[in-house]
């Protein structure tokens, strides 16, 4: 596994070894050995999710403020552009935010820590997209930011369209009023 830095330094973009050939390919999508030798990061992961969106689905920018949840992301089919905002007003980096194009074809993963709100726009007809965290997902503590805050500034590849984003999802708050992490 390669771990490629960002502009972010907690947030890591992981480039596993693929091996393939006319029949197919293989990687280890995780082993804990290799994530920690390669990260120095020791966490425990407690959760699988899965989900499929259209073409223009902007899911996020998600956070929990209690049980807060690292988030190791991937996509299986399709492409999305990635995004984590960091919300720790003790960083150096609070506010700013780092997005990486995930495929199938590129087979790169994302490490969110906790402390950053997570979001995804899917650039393919459709997108599998997968991730563990490293605690549970608890409704009640969710917090969304808004994807389209003018402070954090994300520049998503929208084109000309409008994304497709969920009731909640619309709601959500802009950072200067957002309850953040210490």
């Not at 390919?25 to 990061?41: P, R």
């Not at 960091?86 to 590129?106: H, I, K, M, P, Q």
């Not at 708050?173 to 992490?181: C, E, P």
């Amino acid at each position: 596994m390669k771990v490629l830095p960002t502009a972010i330094p907690d947030v890591l973009v992981l480039e596993p070894k693929v091996f393939g050939d006319e029949r197919g390919f293989f990687f280890e999508s995780y082993n804990e050995a290799v994530f920690h030798g390669q990260t120095g990061l020791h966490v425990r992961f407690v959760q699988d999710n899965h989900s499929c969106s259209a073409q223009g689905v902007l899911r996020g920018l998600h956070y929990q403020l209690e049980q807060p949840q690292g988030k190791l992301v991937r996509v299986s089919r399709g492409k999305v552009f990635d995004v984590a905002v960091d919300l720790r007003r003790s960083s150096a980096t609070f506010g700013r935010w780092v997005g990486e194009e995930l495929s199938a074809e590129n087979h790169r993963q994302m490490w969110i820590p906790p402390g950053f709100a997570h979001g995804f726009l899917v650039l393919s007809d459709t997108a599998e997209f997968l991730y563990k965290t490293t605690d549970f997902y608890a409704p009640q503590y969710e917090h969304c930011l808004a994807w389209n805050d003018p402070e954090v500034g994300i520049t998503w590849p929208l084109g000309l369209a409008s994304p497709s984003v969920s009731a909640k999802d619309a709601q959500g708050g802009w950072l200067r009023d957002a309850q953040t992490y210490p």
